[in-house]
C-alpha cells in the first residue's frame, strides 16, 4: 500500500470515536470519525474507505440496517464493535455481511490487529497461490491436499471442505450458519453440532494443542474465526 | 286458555251444549236432523279446542243426551222410536270422542312447543347474560337470578385450587350438609338428588372443556326441570372456564410485560455503565502504548488504569448477569456441543491474565457432547479460572481437567495454595462471599455466586472443596442424550 488506507468510524460516544481514531492515526490510517449511521453511509460514499468501524448500538439506524444498506452497493470490509451480551445482534450482523466484531470494551492493540487483518485480507483478495501455511501445516487448495512437514494428513471429504471454507474466510468470523450452509449446503438448521464434531476433528488433525487452538478459534456464540 | 278457565271450563261446556241445543230447537223447522247433528259436532270440536280434554269427553255425552230428549222421537224422553237412531248415536259419540281426542293432543303439543320455546329463550337470555359477565361474583348472581324466576334458589360452588392446593369458593347459602353434598358431586362429577343432608336440594356439576369446574345447587327444584338446571349448570361452567382463561392470559401478558421491561432496563443500565468503562480502557491503553514517550511512571499508571478499568468490568458484567440470573426465567440457548471449546475461548480471553501462570489442561480427546448455553459456560470458566489466579501466589500451577463420572459431566478447576478457609467452605457461593476477612484482594464474592445460578440453571451442581496443596472448584452438567452424529451429513 502506498498511501495510507482510509478508514470511516461510525461510533456515536464521542470518547470512543475519540480514541479509536487516535489510535488509528497513529498506525498511519486516516480515520473519518462520524456520530450517526446516515452521516456514516455519506462519509462511506465521499471516502471510499478500505475499512468501516461500526459500532452496533447508533441512534438514529441499527448497525444491521446500517450493515444491509451498506451491503447493497459496497464490498468494503466492516468491523462491528458491540456488547458482549448482545450475541443474536452480532450474528445478525455478520450473516448481513460484517466481517469481524470486537466486544467493548477493547483495547488498542488489540482494535489494530484486527484492522490490519481485515486490511491486508482487503488487499489480498487477488491472491493467486494456491498454497496456505499456518504453523507447521501447509494446505495445497489446488490439490485439495494438507500436509504437516513431510507427512500427509487424511482429511475426510467434509474435514477438507470446512477447512477450505475457514481459510477462504481467515480474518473474519465466520457464523455456525455460514459455516453449515457453505459446507453442507442450506437446510440444515439445528444441526450445529456436526459442525462442532467436525471443528473439534480438525483440531485434533491441525493443532498442536487442541484445547488451547491457536489457528481455528471459537468466538463463543457466535460461530469460528481462523487465525493463520 | 284451558289453564286460566280451568274452574270455569266444565260448567262452560255445558252451557254451551245447551245454548247449541237452543239454537237447534229454534231453527229446526228449516234444519234436517243430520244438520243438528252437525251443530253438536261443532260444538264438541270447539269445545275441545278451547277448554280441554276433559270438558269436550262430557260435552259429547251431553249433545248425544240433548239430541236424544230434544230432537228424536219421542221428544222429552229417552227412548227411542225408531232403533236407526242407537246408529247416529253410536256415530256422533265416536265422532264426538275421537274429535276430541285428537283436538286435545294437537293443544297439548302446542303447548309443549310453546313450554320448549321460553324455556329456549329463557336458556338464551342466561347465556347472553352469562357471556357479558366479568366476575364469578356475577356469574353467581345470574344463575340466581335466572333460577329465582322459576321459583328456585341457587349456590354455587366453584374449585379455585391452584398450585395442587384445593380450594373451594361458594357463592350463595350452603349448610354443612349441604357442602357435603355439593363435595360428593364434584368428586364423582355426576348429579346428587334426594340426599337426607340436603332434603330438597339438587347438585348439579359443571364442567368446562377441561374439567370440573364446580357445582351448581339449586333449593326448591323439581325434577322435571332438570334438563333445563343441568343446561343452566354448563352454561355457569363454561363462563367461570373463560373467566379462569381471561385471568390466566392477562396474568401471563403481564409477567411478559415486565419481563421485557427488566431486561429492556437491564440492557440499558449495561450500555450505560459499558460505553464510559470502554473509553476508559482505551483512552489508559492509548496512553500506556505510548510508553517511552512518557515522562516518568505514566505509561505505568496507564496501564494500572487500564487494568482496573477492565476488572471493573468484570464485576460489573458478573453483577449484570446476576441481575439477569436471579430475575427468574432465563432463556438458555442451550446447544450440543464438546466442552473444549469453551475451554479454549476462556483460555483466550483470560490471555492476559494466565500468560505469566502456568496451565495444565487435561481433556480426554473422546468426550461426548453436553448441551449448554456457550456464553453462560465460558462466565463460568472464565471466573473460575479468574478465581484461581486471584487467590493463588503467582507462581502457583492451575489444574483444569474435565471427565465422565456417572451420568454427568464433571469439570474441575485447581490452583496449588493455602486452598479455602475450613468452615466456609460451603458458603463461597453465596452471594457477597469472600474467602478471606481481609480485602486485600479485589472482587466482591459475586464471581462464585454467578457460577453457581449459571449451573443451577442448567440442572448442574458446583462444590468447592481443598485438596492436599490444592483448593479446587467442580461442576458437573448432565450429560443428557446427545444426538446422533455417526451418520454422515450431506
Not at chain 2, 99 to 108: D, M, V
Not at chain 2, 137 to 162: H, K, N, P, T, W
Not at chain 2, 192 to 209: K, N, W
Request: proline share 5%.
Amino acid at each position: 500500500m502506498t498511501e495510507p488506507p482510509r478508514i470511516v468510524v461510525v461510533e456515536d460516544e464521542p470518547q470512543i470515536r475519540r480514541f479509536v481514531s487516535d489510535a488509528l492515526r497513529k498506525e498511519g490510517a486516516l480515520p473519518q470519525g462520524v456520530g450517526a449511521a446516515r452521516q456514516g453511509l455519506d462519509a462511506v460514499v465521499t471516502h471510499e474507505p478500505q475499512l468501516v468501524v461500526l459500532d452496533l448500538g447508533l441512534p438514529d439506524m441499527s448497525g444491521l440496517e446500517f450493515i444491509r444498506s451498506l451491503r447493497t452497493w459496497s464490498r468494503v470490509p466492516v468491523l462491528i464493535l458491540s456488547a458482549r451480551t448482545a450475541e443474536q445482534d452480532k450474528i445478525e450482523a455478520l450473516d448481513a455481511g460484517a466481517d469481524d466484531y470486537l466486544t467493548k470494551p477493547f483495547g488498542v492493540g488489540e482494535l489494530l490487529a484486527r484492522v490490519r487483518v481485515l486490511l491486508r485480507r482487503h488487499a489480498a483478495d487477488t491472491d493467486a497461490t494456491p498454497v496456505r501455511r499456518f504453523g507447521d501445516i501447509e494446505v495445497d487448495l489446488a490439490r485439495h491436499s494438507a500436509r504437516r512437514g513431510a507427512e500427509d494428513l487424511h482429511l475426510t471429504q467434509i474435514e477438507y471442505r470446512l477447512l477450505a471454507v475457514l481459510l477462504a474466510g481467515a480474518g473474519k468470523v465466520l457464523t455456525h450458519r455460514h459455516l453449515m450452509r457453505e459446507v453442507w449446503g442450506p437446510g440444515h438448521a439445528g444441526q450445529e453440532h456436526y459442525l462442532r464434531i467436525y471443528v473439534r476433528r480438525l483440531r485434533q488433525k491441525l493443532e498442536a494443542d487442541p484445547a488451547r487452538p491457536r489457528h481455528l478459534l471459537t468466538e463463543t456464540g457466535v460461530g469460528y474465526r481462523f487465525q493463520f | 286458555m284451558p289453564f286460566r278457565w280451568s274452574r270455569v271450563r266444565y260448567p262452560l261446556a255445558v252451557v254451551l251444549c245447551a245454548t247449541t241445543a237452543f239454537v237447534a230447537l229454534t231453527l229446526r223447522p228449516w234444519l234436517d236432523q243430520a244438520n243438528i247433528v252437525m251443530l253438536f259436532l261443532l260444538a264438541v270440536f270447539l269445545i275441545a279446542l278451547r277448554l280441554g280434554r276433559g270438558p269436550a269427553v262430557l260435552a259429547a255425552f251431553l249433545s248425544v243426551a240433548f239430541f236424544d230428549v230434544f230432537f228424536v222421537p219421542p221428544h222429552l224422553s229417552f227412548s227411542v222410536a225408531d232403533a236407526q237412531y242407537l246408529v247416529t248415536f253410536v256415530v256422533m259419540l265416536s265422532v264426538g270422542l275421537i274429535t276430541t281426542h285428537l283436538t286435545a293432543r294437537l293443544a297439548e303439543r302446542q303447548e309443549a312447543a310453546q313450554a320448549r320455546e321460553s324455556e329456549t329463550r329463557m336458556l338464551y337470555g342466561l347465556a347472553r347474560d352469562l357471556g357479558s359477565a366479568l366476575t364469578v361474583d356475577q356469574v353467581a348472581e345470574i344463575v340466581g337470578r335466572f333460577l329465582g324466576s322459576m321459583g328456585m334458589s341457587a349456590a354455587l360452588y366453584i374449585d379455585c385450587s391452584a398450585g395442587g392446593q384445593a380450594d373451594f369458593l361458594v357463592h350463595g347459602m350452603l349448610d354443612e350438609g349441604a357442602m357435603a353434598c355439593a363435595s360428593d358431586a364434584y368428586r364423582r362429577n355426576a348429579p346428587v338428588t334426594d340426599d337426607p343432608r340436603a332434603a330438597g336440594m339438587m347438585f348439579l356439576p359443571f364442567s368446562g372443556a377441561t374439567r370440573v369446574r364446580g357445582v351448581l345447587a339449586v333449593g326448591q327444584g323439581r325434577a322435571e326441570r332438570l334438563p333445563l338446571l343441568d343446561t343452566a349448570a354448563s352454561l355457569a361452567g363454561i363462563a367461570i372456564e373463560r373467566l379462569h382463561y381471561a385471568e390466566v392470559a392477562s396474568r401471563s401478558e403481564l409477567d411478559a410485560e415486565s419481563e421485557k421491561l427488566r431486561s429492556s432496563l437491564l440492557s440499558s443500565i449495561s450500555h450505560d455503565l459499558r460505553t464510559p468503562l470502554t473509553s476508559l480502557v482505551g483512552l489508559a491503553d492509548a496512553l500506556a502504548e505510548r510508553g517511552t514517550s512518557l515522562p516518568d511512571d505514566s505509561g505505568e499508571t496507564a496501564a494500572i488504569i487500564r487494568d482496573q478499568a477492565h476488572a471493573m468490568h468484570r464485576m460489573v458484567s458478573n453483577l449484570l448477569e446476576m441481575a439477569r440470573l436471579q430475575s427468574g426465567r432465563v432463556m438458555l440457548n442451550r446447544q450440543w456441543q464438546p466442552i473444549e471449546e469453551i475451554v479454549g475461548s476462556s483460555v483466550r480471553l483470560l490471555d492476559e491474565s494466565l500468560a505469566t501462570r502456568r496451565l495444565a489442561i487435561d481433556l480426554p480427546t473422546d468426550l461426548p457432547l453436553v448441551s449448554f448455553d456457550a456464553v453462560l459456560m465460558e462466565r463460568v470458566l472464565c471466573n473460575l479460572l479468574e478465581n484461581a489466579v486471584k487467590y493463588s501466589a503467582p507462581d502457583a500451577e492451575i489444574f483444569l481437567s474435565a471427565q465422565v463420572v456417572d451420568a454427568a459431566l464433571v469439570v474441575t478447576v485447581c490452583n496449588a495454595g493455602a486452598g479455602f478457609p475450613p468452615g466456609r467452605i460451603d458458603r463461597v457461593f453465596d452471594l457477597f462471599a469472600r474467602g478471606q476477612h481481609e480485602p486485600a484482594i479485589p472482587g466482591t464474592g459475586i464471581g462464585l455466586a454467578v457460577c453457581r445460578a449459571i449451573i443451577a440453571a442448567h440442572g448442574g451442581t458446583i462444590t468447592a472443596e481443598n485438596r492436599p496443596g490444592q483448593a479446587c472448584v467442580r461442576f458437573s452438567l448432565p450429560l443428557g442424550t446427545p444426538p446422533d452424529v455417526s451418520a454422515e451429513l450431506t
